[in-house]
């Protein structure tokens, strides 16, 4: 039985040794290692060793199988590393997939959004995330000792400059910069030193609107923001106003959309809004008795989340990718 497992062994490597290609390769190791090779078949021929010989004939197979499987390796590398080896090229097969990444579930948001006042002949606006609070706050007709301005509530950066609390900013460094009439919206981040949970977050976006024109009313502003709700969240959502304050808007509404929420109807608040207050205009330098408008400012996270029924906003700025992969 040695003698034999020795002959076995040497024809093995000496075979291996001619092999040139990955088939023949297979060829070799189906003969030697295969289920039905010679080394398996040399297998059944123990139960006819003496039992003094057995421990040694056992080993002698155990390395034989070994030596081989090492050397098969060893031809295989040797193989692969020899261009006569491989198989030609075929032009005609598929590529490697190349992954792509996606765009974040808010700059979906932002484009739809986007895209809907576009076609409402609204331009598309910009102005400073970091900003002096004159255009958050008194531009706004936000006086010094509003609530709003607590250095608890706001990102101040010493001197008078501040991350900006809210996009309706823009609407002042637009009329600074444009004269009327205007039609806009402005995008963007705004940061507040709001605790995260489920819906905090110390920076969002938001969507501002404003119109400038010689007649403009709560009707024009109704109008404007239904039309919006029905092409961006379909053709049975509704909008509702309910009476609130801005300082920088009078009147000012709450505006609340009607949304599909997991197949049930309801009304979600997604903004504020109103007409321009006075004052704003006087402090441009706008004539009050030839322009009147309107402003909004709508909430994006708010809206994505109740597109996509996310219950956290946290998730939205994780970048865990098996989150954001799913929209
Ligand atoms: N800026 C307000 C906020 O962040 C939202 C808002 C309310 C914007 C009324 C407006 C408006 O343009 O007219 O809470």
């Known amino acids: ?18 092999v040139d290609s990955i088939n ?43 030596a081989l499987e090492n050397a098969f390796d060893t031809r295989k590398q040797e193989l692969a590393g020899s ?32 895209e809907v006042f576009s076609r409402m002949g609204f331009s598309i606006a910009y102005g400073p995330e970091v900003e002096d609070e004159y255009h958050n706050f008194n531009a706004l007709n936000i006086p010094d000792d509003h609530p709003a301005r607590d250095p608890i509530d706001n990102f101040f950066m010493g001197g ?15 009329m600074e910069s444009t004269p009327p009439p205007i039609k806009i919206i402005a995008v963007g981040r705004v940061y507040r030193p709001d605790t995260h949970d489920a819906t905090h977050f110390s920076m969002f976006h ?6 400038v ?36 808007t009078e009147p000012s509404a709450e505006v609340d959309m009607k949304m599909k929420i997991k197949g049930k109807w309801q009304w979600v608040e997604i903004g504020g809004c109103g007409l321009v207050d006075p004052n704003v205009f006087e402090q441009l330098g706008y004539d009050n008795d030839k322009w009147q408008g309107y402003a ?27 989150f954001l992969r799913q929209f």
């Open 1 to 18: 039985m040695l003698a034999m497992l020795d002959t076995l062994q040497e024809d093995a490597i000496s075979e291996l040794g001619s």
């Open 213 to 248: 024109a010689p007649k403009v009313s709560m009707v024009d502003l109704k109008t404007t923001l239904f039309q919006f709700a029905k092409s961006y969240f379909g053709e049975e959502a509704e909008v509702r106003f309910r009476p609130s304050f801005f300082p920088f």
């Open 83 to 114: 261009a006569s080896a491989r198989a030609p090229m075929d032009v005609t097969e598929p590529g490697n997939d190349v992954a792509l990444g996606r765009r974040h579930i808010i700059t979906n948001t932002i484009d739809g959004i986007t």
């Open 206 to 211: 938001q969507c501002e609107g404003l119109l």
């Open 24 to 66: 023949g390769l297979e060829l070799w190791r189906v003969a030697y290692l295969g289920s039905k090779g010679r080394l398996k078949s040399a297998m059944p021929l123990m139960k006819d060793v003496s039992k003094e010989e057995k421990p040694a004939v056992g080993k002698r197979l155990n390395q034989v199988k070994h």
């Open 160 to 174: 008078d400059r501040m991350l900006r609390s809210q996009t309706s900013t823009v609407q002042i460094r637009v």
């Open 296 to 322: 909004f400012g709508l909430g994006i996270e708010r809206v994505a989340m109740l597109k996509y029924g996310i219950q956290d906003i946290r998730w939205l700025f994780e970048n865990d990718a098996r």
